[in-house]
């Protein structure tokens, strides 16, 4: 049994000038925002996607079908991923540098992390803590949000931006997440045509402790 998630969705509008800038510094540090467990995974070949989405799919379908509920899927899914993936070694399997995440969400933040946009959060959603549904928080520019907003219309996801001015991908279930990262394979040359990053150089008049948040629209 796959859980599923009681969520409106919607593809909200979204002013791009209110996307949130993210500094180089930041990615390379401590990360975005209040994730204390961030970690880089920037730099996702497509390739690599590919085999992340085949790799998950079949660890989704596997515990779903073993699944008696939704939370006996929860345990099957982690206890498999760590049967697949023991250690730390990263050429255990395609999933090997996602397994820091939730099973469920890595498919959605390696096409994202491909697309050039920063993933922050992610979450397969669970009952009892975390995020109430499947969530991924990230940052984006102009030119890659239009065409996020496409693969998520296409998958079935909602997207929201948030008041720090991050976007928020959401879904009823994470098989729309699956969808969501073929889809955004779909439109990869798209992608990889966009010239700007979405990480933007400190200007050397803004603190390295600012605790504020700069707009794209600041910018200009």
């Given at each position: 049994?796959l859980?599923h998630f009681?969520v409106d969705i ?5 002013d791009a000038g209110?996307?949130?800038?993210v500094?180089?510094d930041?990615?390379?540090?401590d990360?975005v925002g ?8 920037s ?9 992340v989405i085949?790799e998950?799919a ?11 509920d ?6 099957i899914?982690?206890v ?10 990263f050429?255990?399997?395609p999933?090997?540098p996602?397994?820091?995440?939730d099973a469920g ?5 390696a096409?994202?992390s491909a697309?050039?946009c920063?993933?922050?959060t ?8 975390s995020?109430?549904?499947?969530l991924v928080r990230?940052a984006a520019d102009?030119e890659?949000l239009l065409?996020?907003q496409a693969?998520a ?9 948030d008041e720090?001015?991050?976007?928020q ?19 990869s ?8 990053s979405?990480a933007r150089?400190?200007?050397?008049g ?5 605790l ?5 629209r600041?910018l200009?």
């Open positions: 049994m859980p009681a919607e593809i909200a509008e979204i209110r996307l949130r800038v500094w180089i930041e990615v390379m540090a990360g209040d994730n204390l467990m961030y970690e880089d995974i730099g996702t070949t497509w390739q690599e996607v590919n085999a085949a998950e079949a660890l989704i379908d596997s515990a779903s079908l073993r699944a008696v939704e939370d006996d899927f929860d345990r899914v982690d498999e991923l760590r049967q697949r993936y023991p250690g730390d070694d050429d255990e399997g999933l090997s996602f397994t820091g995440l969400v890595m498919s959605a933040v096409a994202l697309s050039g920063i993933t922050t992610s979450c397969r959603g669970h009952r009892a803590h995020e109430p549904n499947p990230f102009e890659r065409l996020v693969a219309t296409s998958a079935g996801c909602g997207l929201l931006l720090d001015g991050m976007l991908l959401y879904a009823t279930s994470i098989l729309a997440f699956i969808d969501f990262a073929r889809e955004t394979m779909r439109h040359d798209a992608f990889d045509a966009v010239s700007t979405v150089q400190r200007p050397p803004l603190a390295h402790d600012f504020g948040t700069i707009r794209r600041d200009s």
